[in-house]
């Protein structure tokens, strides 16, 4: 059976192409226009890419924000239970799977058979998502990996506000004026991530291991930020943007 | 004697000299980057407006977020203390403050005394502060003075349904590609501000007269919504932005 899961963000829409549980095309394109026009052309360019056709498509499932936009979609289901199905068969056991992307952040505690047992998200606020990575890129001039690479070496921390990505931009811009170093002020950003997820996670239920996935777990520092105050394992698999999509597609029946 | 109140906001700051009870002179200036600097500054472009020199000072009362770094003798009081003291002095029936800042946004009742009672308080997160406001009016291109007028002129009315100033941003630029008239969007906006300002109203109770204080007293988009909501004429001071040092100028008399 073909299927197609389309994972509507806010920054950007993903597409998983899956047949008998095997990957056939994917994508990820950052769009500007209208959620359906913008699945559509997605959905179109992993076709192209797997060599075959709409028609042959079986299934449809769309998650994330823009989920209900999608007007050719045969199935809509919530982040929280695509991020499960996505990120459950990796690990094969119970876990908690944390996702973070542009327009939120989730934490799902999953147990055994990747049954959903609780969640806890966030979505009404910027910080502790990929929008507030954003912000701070735009502030420092600088891409996310450098932005990554330069927490890494840092010495210290120049902390920023946790509970507010606007107050967090100011914070930064002082930091700067105030003479702290670009790696601690990267430092205090990736903290201030940190920070807001382990909050969204304590309220899910933290498992022994912990599976990060959305565009922000492309940050190492964050990554073993969690890592060191959680004292679990995070895994991140290879593609951390797809996981959502990918476990849409996996939501056929 | 004379008295200072020195009120060291997020974005501005502001000092109120009292000669007895007589305000004699102020100032207004941006906060800077360093506290101590711009509590000094302001405080000495007072003295100079007033032809005033600072030995001649019996006592300050600093308030407002930096208030505990100012590089002079002083005492440090709440601004909840500072702002209940300064309404009361111009609005002796004052009951219920809202004092809306740069970056903070409070909700104070007070007693017939002048003394506060009960608040609430938000400065974890810019959703109904001034920095709402001045992010979604730089996104949409309008001077920070002019958007308030101009919500009013709408004729209709869009919902935002973000309470956050970072995704409320992305939804008004959505909603001016889809044609939405500008001051329509900017009608959305100032209700979202008022929806939220009149949430923290209604956890310390509504009593009369009721009384807006702040920078953004001076926004009658946001001032006439809140007033629609409460379903009460609100009293503004003629210098909103001025009552916590007000209020801190006369305490500065009684420490």
Not at chain 1, 50 to 75: P, Y
Not at chain 2, 88 to 110: E, N, S, V, Y
Not at chain 2, 124 to 130: E, L, P, Q, S
Not at chain 2, 187 to 199: C, L, P, Q, S, T
Request: charged share 20%; aromatic share 4%.
């Amino acid at each position: 059976m073909l299927s197609a899961g389309i994972d509507v963000g806010q920054h950007a829409i993903k597409v998983v192409l899956l047949e008998q549980n095997i990957v056939l095309a994917y994508q990820n394109m950052v769009t500007e226009v209208d959620a359906d026009t913008g699945a559509r052309q997605a959905l179109e360019n992993t076709l192209k890419e797997a060599n075959t056709s709409f028609d042959r498509i079986q299934r449809i499932v769309s998650t994330g924000l823009g989920r209900k936009e999608v007007s050719f979609s045969h199935l809509q289901r919530t982040q929280e239970t695509c991020a499960a199905r996505g990120a459950y068969p990796v690990l094969g056991k119970a876990c908690t799977v944390l996702d973070a992307g542009a327009g939120g952040c989730r934490a799902v505690k999953v147990g055994h058979g990747g049954k959903v047992l609780d969640f806890a998200s966030n979505s009404k606020c910027a910080s502790g998502t990929g929008s507030f990575l954003q912000i701070a890129c735009e502030v420092l001039q600088i891409d996310l990996a450098k932005l990554d690479m330069l927490a890494g070496q840092a010495d210290g921390i120049a902390k920023v506000s946790t509970t507010c990505a606007v107050f967090a931009e100011s914070a930064i811009i002082s930091n700067v004026h105030r003479g702290f170093s670009i790696e601690d002020i990267c430092a205090g950003i990736c903290d201030s991530v940190a920070t807001r997820l382990l909050e969204v996670l304590s309220r899910a239920g933290i498992e022994k291991d912990v599976f990060f996935c959305g565009g922000v777990a492309q940050s190492k520092t964050i990554t073993r930020t969690l890592e060191r105050r959680l004292g679990a394992t995070i895994h991140v698999p290879t593609h951390p943007l797809l996981t959502t999509a990918l476990g849409a597609a996996r939501c056929i029946s | 004697m004379l008295t200072a109140g020195v009120d060291v906001g997020s974005r501005t700051a502001k000092v109120v000299i009292l000669n007895e009870e007589t305000p004699v002179a102020s100032s207004l200036i941006s906060t800077g980057p360093d506290s101590a600097e711009t509590c000094l500054t302001v405080l000495r472009e007072a003295m100079k407006a007033g032809g005033l020199t600072m030995e001649s000072l019996s006592a300050i009362v600093t308030t407002g977020y930096g208030r505990y770094i100012a590089p002079f003798p002083h005492t440090s009081i709440t601004e909840i203390a500072c702002h209940a003291k300064g309404v009361h002095k111009i609005f002796p029936t004052a009951r219920t403050i809202l004092d809306m800042g740069g970056q903070d946004c409070k909700a104070i009742r007070l007693n017939a005394g002048g003394h506060h009672t009960n608040f609430i308080m938000n400065d974890k997160c810019a959703a109904g502060t001034g920095r709402f406001l001045e992010i979604l009016a730089q996104s949409l291109n309008v001077p920070l003075q002019e958007i308030g007028d101009r919500s009013l002129e709408a004729k209709g009315t869009i919902k935002i349904s973000s309470t956050c100033a970072v995704f409320a941003r992305q939804e008004v630029l959505s909603y001016r590609r889809r044609g939405v008239s500008l001051e329509d969007v900017l009608a959305g906006v100032h209700e979202a501000v008022a929806d939220r300002v009149f949430g923290l109203i209604k956890s310390v109770g509504l009593e009369r007269d009721f009384v807006i204080t702040g920078g953004i007293a001076k926004n009658l988009g946001v001032v006439r919504r809140v007033e629609k909501q409460a379903n009460l004429t609100v009293l503004i001071p003629p210098e909103p932005q001025f009552t916590g040092a007000l209020g801190a100028a006369w305490l500065a008399r009684e420490v």
